[in-house]
């Protein structure tokens, strides 16, 4: 398998925390950022706070027949300072912030080039040690006005680095247990915060790739290979198998802890380096931002840039298909689902014009009127309910034991589970609690519906 169809993930993983929301330079959190998987300097002062310049992970493989071999994929960002100089009348340069060059805006700024160290087919029999060089240097780019005349420069500067990696491989019931350690080899001293970073490997993960071999899941190992996989050890990275799924052959090395067969939501449009967020959030959150802390943002980095620009000129059925798709849970998803051109929405999330925020917007949803079958008595909204909580165990629940209810509505989980609103009959902020819609929920078995003679009364006792 190519390892293109697993480089999507690898990215989102380099990127992660490259920048966040709002994306500007005058934000506090982009002023002290750079993300998971950092390898520190080794000779780093406490004072810069650098991090620990190692990982190293430990992963199974079952040999096939041939000569097994793993080719090592080690990809990283080195910073790069962009500093811009501004040139006055007699052709002298000085250092500024910024610089507004036909009435936009160029910053200095930290950026990140991407580097990639491959170690091709390493037999598994053989360990190995090396280090590896990765160049520093310095570009400049000059800036020009509309009419030609050079009004600044951009200078982009990167420190060299180090770096060693290291295999071992042994055999362990049956399977191969390989290590990959990675380490960062420079060897200057680093006394500031700014330096440290400058001569770190920032998002640093692995890629690697069986021949003749297929990994072994760690999550999900067979059984055969259960104890050899918890004798695995990890540091500051995590294996996942990669790639489509059912595939043995790739896997991802993630600072991050991840799942098996990770994947990019198939509605993104692009990156927005904050996994944590939703892109559907983040997107409207860059369309309410004015026009000049989009300018802002745009001079920050290139990458932001793409952000701002692919939401200023998002569609408004392509923003639609961030909020996902409405499918009935209990029906089988297609084995492949048409992606419709920008200008039609998707027949899965036909809402017969409603917003998708609206509950008209899902016409087999109606929680005022859908109904759950309790001990063979059909329960809706206005039912009353005994509670019985079994499933929680909070404190709280001990309140509402054996306590009359009222069910507000009843409503469906997307895993098709079934969940009842209440509000308690004696509680005097019932209608309070009503009128704001705020209930408290309840799984059908925890409640027992009241006898049409014990409903009469509660009723009664209440108009009393």
Known sequence: MSLDQVRSIADAVLYEGYLLYPYRASSHKNRSRWQFGVLGPPNASAASFGERPGMETQVLLAPHEGPAAVTVHLRFLQLQVREVRSRDADGVEEPVERLTVDGAEVMSWDEAVEREIVLAALPLGEAVDTVH???????????????????????????????????????????????????????????????????????????????????????????????????????????VLAGPKGTTDVLLGAPIILYDYPEVAEQSP?????????????????????????????????????????????????????????????????????????????????????PWWDPAADASVRPDSDAVVIDGVRVAKDSLVRVHPSRRADAQDLFFAGQVARVTAVLSDVDGGTHVALVLVDDPASDLHDWYGRYFYFAPDELTPLTVEETARHREENRS
């Open 270 to 354: 692009g990156a927005l380096f904050d996994s944590t967020e939703i892109d559907e959030i983040l997107t409207l959150r860059v369309m309410t931002m004015t026009e000049a802390e989009k300018a802002e943002a745009r001079a920050t980095d290139p990458r932001a840039r793409e952000i701002i620009d692919r939401c200023d000129g998002m569609s408004p059925s392509a923003l639609q298909e961030l909020h996902g798709l409405l499918r009935d849970p209990h029906l089988p998803r297609p084995e492949a689902e048409v992606r419709p051109p920008d200008d039609v929405g998707s027949a899965a999330f036909d809402t017969a014009g409603a």
């Open 133 to 239: 060089e990765v160049s520093g240097g310095e570009d400049s780019e000059p800036l020009t006005d509309a009419h030609g005349a050079v009004v600044g420069r951009i200078v982009r500067r990167r420190l060299p680095l180090a770096v060693r990696i290291r295999t071992e491989a042994v055999v362990d019931d049956g399977c191969t247990r390989l290590t990959v350690a990675v380490s960062n080899e420079h060897q200057e001293p680093v006394d500031t915060k700014d330096a440290a970073i400058r001569s770190s490997l920032i998002g640093a993960h692995l890629l690697l790739r069986a021949h003749d071999a297929e990994f072994v899941s760690l999550l999900e190992p067979p059984a055969g290979a259960a104890a050899a996989a918890g004798r695995c050890r990890q540091n500051r990275c995590w294996p």
